[in-house]
């Protein structure tokens, strides 16, 4: 987190900087606009092709570099006396002032692909302002010899769907745009689907809400599959539905398994794994007699579909609860999980899934979760570090497009009207990304997101290679050590390192394993 207060920030002066990264990967730092003796006026920007020494190039059109955005503070997670808060990415600035007294930093994202040779390159980005002297930073760009696979190996689910983007844009919402945002999310290695929709695709129902109506065509589910998407959740029940629609429930959930058979029937089309999709229901409730009667019903009449549920039920399958026969998929909290990691086990012998989350909670100061005034960093470490060292069998998060008190498209910065505050708070929860004016705009806290899955892939690859070589007769006790999350890097979710140069060595090292195993 730049913040705009020079002091406030490590800043370092430096001629050059160099990154190291897999193939399909995207790698970030900033560039910092420091004035120090008058205002920077209209600064621009330009990053080179960056050449290998084999002729290869990583194209300038694969550097993005985009200005920082600031938001004022509302419901902050730590007190501070700053006002401000490095959050949206402005990718629609092409150039910013940043006056004396204060920095301006910009966001710089390299991104190769999975035909990028490996090697070390080289080139520049420089920034122009007016009456002023040039600045060139040497940029080295070192490609590893292996790249993240392009599907998603931690399986995630999130609150997203279509209707704020409508609610923003109107007519401008169309196909196209909305590919974009898929495409968005996908290219941040999220999973194209939302959690609250009544029902994921097809043609909504009397007082029923469609998620995803660009993916009821079974051609544009199947893309994202072929994308790397790998989690679809077909469908939401609670009983506030049947209330709003003022019915009973048992009514209710008549209707409600219409609804789903017209989405499996779209999902089953784009030939999207039944072990690939779950149907969601009672979001964090305690009514477990009430769940287990709708689950029930639910599974029969979809068996093969796994049943996931938020709900405080700590049994996991194995206390003889009144949902243990029919929920799948258990989701706690983060803190939850490992205090219950033992019965978890347990119930994974018995073919029990368990993810985890997070939402307006954890907020202890510690805590790992995605809130603007939290160390960026710590959202990397919660879905990279943390999601590898307990395991989880995926990631839940209940909604990243919130928008609730934003009608219009974020057009104007670095300081912004921004507003990322859904309920109850703290700033950034439920609001990790911004409306743009072409769709959607990325934040600090979403880039580090991407960050932390991306680490995850690197420890999957080095677990994958570790199992081969073992099948091999290869003796690789050495090399698996580094499947062990360092103490030193994260002990527990409130214990753990801030640093990112000690984030990068650990990274560095199990590329260097990885680069090893991948000859033998």
Same mark, same amino acid.
């Given at each position: 987190n730049v913040l705009r207060e020079p002091h406030k920030s490590a800043i370092s002066f430096t001629e050059k900087v160099k990154i190291s990264m897999a193939r399909n990967e995207f790698e970030s730092f900033q560039v910092v606009l420091f004035p120090i003796e008058k205002d920077i006026k209209c600064a621009t920007w330009k990053a080179s092709d960056l050449h290998s020494e084999k002729g290869d190039v990583i194209p300038a059109s694969d550097i993005s570099i985009h200005v920082m955005g600031y938001m004022k503070a509302r419901k902050p997670a730590i007190v501070s006396d700053s006002q401000w808060w490095p959050v949206p990415i402005l990718d629609f600035m092409d150039s910013v002032d940043a006056p004396r007294g204060e920095v301006q930093p910009l966001w710089v994202t390299i991104h190769t692909r999975e035909e990028t040779p490996p090697g070390l390159y080289a080139g520049t980005i420089e920034v122009k302002a007016k009456k002023l002297k040039s600045k060139k930073m040497a940029l080295n760009v070192e490609v590893w010899d292996f790249a993240i696979p392009k599907e998603q190996h931690l399986l995630t689910v999130w609150g997203n769907v279509e209707q704020p983007y409508q609610a923003i844009y109107g007519e401008r919402y169309d196909k196209q745009m909305a590919r974009r945002m898929m495409d968005f999310f996908i290219d941040h290695r999220l999973a194209v689907n939302t959690l609250y929709a009544h029902q994921a695709t097809g043609k909504p129902q009397a007082n029923a809400f469609v998620g995803y109506p660009t993916l009821s065509d079974p051609t544009e589910l199947k893309r994202i599959w072929d994308a790397g998407s790998r989690w679809w959740n077909l469908g939401y029940i609670h009983p506030v539905f049947a209330k709003n629609a003022g019915k009973s429930m048992d009514e209710y959930v008549q209707d409600f398994l219409e609804m789903l058979k017209e989405s499996l029937r779209v999902a089953d089309s784009a030939g999207f794994p039944r072990s690939n999709m779950t149907i969601y229901l009672f979001d =964090?409730?305690?009514?477990?007699?009430?769940?287990?009667?709708?689950?029930?019903?639910?599974?029969?009449?979809?068996?093969?579909?796994?049943?996931?549920?938020?709900?405080?039920?700590?049994?996991?399958?194995?206390?003889?609860?009144?949902?243990?026969?029919?929920?799948?998929?258990?989701?706690?909290?983060?803190?939850?999980?490992?205090?219950?990691? =033992?019965?978890?086990?347990?119930?994974?012998?018995?073919?029990?899934?368990?993810?985890?989350?997070?939402?307006?909670?954890?907020?202890? @100061?510690?805590?790992?979760?995605?809130?603007?005034?939290?160390?960026?960093?710590?959202?990397?470490?919660?879905?990279?570090?943390?999601?590898? @060292?307990?395991?989880?069998?995926?990631?839940?998060?209940?909604?990243?497009?919130?928008?609730?008190?934003?009608?219009?498209?974020?057009?104007?910065?670095?300081?912004?009207?921004?507003?990322?505050?859904?309920?109850?708070?703290?700033?950034?929860?439920g609001e990790l990304i911004c409306p743009g004016p072409n769709g959607p705009l990325s934040t600090l806290q979403f880039e580090n997101i991407r960050d932390g899955l991306e680490d995850y892939e690197y420890w999957w690859i080095l677990n994958d290679l570790v199992t081969r070589s073992r099948e091999k007769g290869i003796s690789v006790e050495k090399h698996a050590e580094l499947l062990q999350v360092p103490a030193d890097l994260l002990e527990s979710l409130t214990v753990y390192s801030e640093d990112p140069v000690r984030l990068r060595e650990n990274r560095s090292k199990v590329a260097e394993v990885i680069l090893f195993l991948k000859d033998q």
């Open positions: =964090e409730t305690k009514d477990f007699n009430q769940l287990a009667d709708v689950a029930g019903k639910v599974k029969k009449a979809f068996p093969g579909i796994p049943l996931m549920t938020t709900g405080y039920d700590r049994s996991y399958g194995v206390k003889g609860g009144p949902i243990d026969d029919c929920i799948d998929i258990w989701c706690p909290l983060t803190p939850r999980f490992v205090e219950d990691w =033992e019965i978890i086990k347990q119930g994974r012998k018995l073919g029990k899934k368990v993810w985890w989350y997070v939402c307006c909670v954890p907020h202890g @100061k510690n805590d790992l979760n995605f809130f603007c005034q939290f160390p960026a960093i710590r959202s990397r470490l919660l879905m990279g570090a943390a999601a590898w @060292k307990y395991q989880p069998d995926g990631f839940l998060y209940y909604r990243v497009s919130g928008w609730r008190e934003y009608k219009k498209p974020l057009d104007s910065g670095p300081l912004t009207d921004w507003k990322p505050y859904f309920l109850p708070g703290p700033d950034g929860d």
